[in-house]
């Protein structure tokens, strides 16, 4: 699929009646193993995340993105339905089709803004990342065997998470070498959002993510960098992280907290 800011696309033929210019949209003429409309909804629903469509930005009807992708209108519509299920969209009369800006809580999407501590009164909490250590070296044959990769090495990544001016959580994460090619190795160039970076950079969007969750009293080292008191009792996710053809694609370790946050894992 065509990344979201692709050079090579054609645009749409009408305005969007509230001012913002029209969407810039890719060809779909060429072919690709995912079904049309998955990949009409996904990259509509990316240039969504990324805000190159923003909220409150009223699309083109599905008459006119159908002629600039260069499809027909039922698959446009079966992808903007989807949309509208999901709450990324919704449809208004007398407007049309309309960017909402939220997203579900379950959905992965959700990853690229937020993780899933929340507030005691249940809001969300906005996380900033500060990234402690990147390194290269060779795969364990564990490691080589859990990220099905034959040989080469893993980049690893360590990096410490704040929230409401306080340490919360840690995250330990792996990742295949050779599937991230030019991840760049000074922590100051890391991006903060790292599952949007993947998928700009490298085409690789988190599909899936299978979790692993526990209690652990807290380490020397969760001491240190989440500013406990002693041995506290910390939450404990290990993770891996699928893309969208199902190879795993980040290995994870974290441990949060909760003294003040609670995680928080809805399905709705």
């Known amino acids: 699929?065509?990344?979201?800011?692709?050079?090579?696309?054609?645009?749409?033929?009408?305005?969007?009646?509230?001012?913002?210019?029209?969407?810039?949209?890719?060809?779909?003429?060429?072919g690709e193993a995912a079904p049309l409309y998955e990949r009409v909804k996904r990259h509509m629903s990316e240039a969504i995340l990324v805000g190159e469509w923003p909220p409150g930005m009223v699309l083109p009807n599905e008459t006119v993105l159908a002629q600039g992708f260069g499809i027909a209108v039922g698959t446009v519509r079966r992808a903007m339905s989807d949309l509208v299920a999901?709450?990324?969209?919704?449809?208004?009369?007398?407007?049309?089709?309309?960017?909402?800006?939220?997203?579900p809580h379950h959905s992965l999407r959700f990853f690229f803004q937020y993780f899933r501590l929340h507030r005691a009164d249940g809001s969300l909490v906005r996380s900033t990342s500060q990234f402690l250590n990147i390194a290269a070296r060779p795969a364990t044959a564990e490691e080589a065997e859990r990220l099905q990769i034959a040989t080469g090495g893993i980049v690893a990544i360590h990096r410490i998470r704040h929230a409401d001016g306080r340490p919360v959580m840690h995250d330990k994460l792996l990742l295949a070498e050779e599937r991230v090619?030019?991840?760049?190795?000074?922590?100051?160039?890391?991006?903060?959002?790292?599952?949007?970076?993947?998928?700009?950079?490298?085409?690789?969007?988190?599909?899936?993510v299978r979790e692993q969750i526990t209690a652990?009293?807290?380490?020397?080292?969760?001491?240190?960098?989440?500013g406990l008191n002693g041995r506290e009792a910390v939450l404990t996710i290990d993770e891996v992280a699928y893309d969208q053809a199902g190879v795993p694609t980040i290995l994870g370790w974290h441990r949060a907290t909760t003294a003040a946050h609670t995680y928080v894992n809805e399905v709705r």
């Open 1 to 30: 699929m065509p990344p979201v800011n692709a050079k090579k696309v054609t645009s749409a033929a009408a305005g969007t009646g509230n001012g913002m210019a029209a969407p810039v949209l890719p060809n779909f003429g060429a």
């Open 86 to 103: 999901e709450g990324l969209l919704s449809r208004r009369r007398k407007t049309g089709t309309v960017v909402t800006g939220r997203t």
């Open 181 to 208: 090619p030019g991840l760049p190795r000074d922590t100051e160039m890391l991006p903060a959002l790292l599952y949007l970076y993947l998928l700009e950079q490298f085409g690789i969007r988190i599909s899936a």
């Open 216 to 226: 652990d009293l807290a380490s020397d080292e969760d001491i240190a960098l989440l």
